[in-house]
DNA sequence: GTCTATACCCGGATAGAC
DNA sequence: GTCTATCCGGGTATAGAC
């Protein structure tokens, strides 16, 4: 693997762990096994190579996704795949993570994948929902963005609840309650 | 104020916004006005400091909830006025912000009263929705745990998509999506 | 109780040799 | 491209004087 791709790797590893403040360079030098002098030529700096592993973990991030949102079947069970995807619960999402960090957030290169990503999620989502609606599927009472943004939510805030009961039941739980909810709004 | 007081007051406003790991003894001791020495007479170190100042955030975490969850109306209108709570949304939770952290989560003594905050509110919020569902006021079909645990991810995650996008919308969104699908659930 | 001095390692980077 | 040396400040604490 090329050395640029190697830090960019170590970097996305550590931004998830320990998110933005609690990943240094060395840090990232001793997982990626690439001097110091090496880095810095690749890279101007910590910004610099987080921006580049937050790129790459957004692009992950919506491919991994979009394949259950695309997936077969109704916009329901799309929504449902998607939702009960097998994850890590307790690594969290290594996109929403970077979310809590004030100098992501602060500074528009790294931000801009965050918004982004969840920009399409919520979209993409959305869309999913109008679908459903226009089919019959789910009553046309809802609004598509407003719903597909409590769903996200849901997800988000369940890994913060599991995160702190160091257990994934809260998470299994809001998205069970979450299906729940938005069956009791299926036309039929 | 008593010196303990302003130490413990200016932890947990550094921990909100900074985090804990983005949070040294030394701004502490900056913010709050109190030397080196007087720090470390009254604390151990940082995680002392840390904990005590985690668990007055709890108590007054739990106090501004109970305010609306025990407010006049029936279960919907008060699981509403909880969600609708004036926040300033773009600075978080200062409790859900601390379940990112590896070093409170791995730290039994920070983590606790974290765990703590939010498995009392699912269950305070699970009560009242049984509540409901006994007088009617719910669909019995959904399970009280598993959507008062969605209610709550909802805010969290709320919070996530908000900072996310440097704007209140998506937080105010979900929470309309959840009413909204929890409205589907009214029994009338 | 509070202050100043001191210690030691880490964070984040630059410089210049190879 | 990569390596080693060097820099300066900050993080986190201890020691001992007042």
């Known amino acids: 693997m090329a050395t640029q791709d190697r830090l960019i790797e170590s970097t996305q590893e550590l931004l998830w762990e320990r998110g933005y403040v609690g990943t240094s360079p060395k840090a990232i030098q001793q997982?990626?096994?690439?001097?110091?002098?090496?880095?810095?030529?690749?890279?101007?700096?910590?910004?610099?190579?987080a921006a580049a592993a937050l790129r790459r973990s957004a692009e992950q991030m919506r491919a991994v996704a979009e394949a259950d949102l695309a997936g077969p079947g109704t916009a329901h069970e799309r929504i449902a795949a998607y939702l009960h995807r097998e994850r890590d619960v307790l690594r969290g999402c290594r996109i929403g993570r970077m979310a809590q960090d004030p100098d992501v957030v602060a500074d528009p290169q790294l931000r801009a994948p965050v918004e982004e990503t969840f920009d399409w999620l919520r979209g993409r989502i959305a869309g999913l929902i109008a679908e459903g609606q226009a089919a019959g599927e789910f009553a046309a009472a809802a609004d598509p963005a407003d719903t597909a943004a409590a769903l996200v939510a849901v997800v988000q805030g369940g890994y913060v609840l599991a995160r702190a009961a160091d257990s994934a039941e809260p998470f299994e739980r809001a998205v069970r309650g979450a299906l729940g909810l938005l069956a009791a709004h299926r036309a039929d």
Chains 1, 2 share one sequence.
Do not use: A, C, E, N
Request: glycine share 22%; no cysteine.
């Open 31 to 49: 997982r990626s096994g690439v001097g110091q002098g090496s880095m810095y030529h690749h890279f101007t700096g910590k910004p610099d190579l």
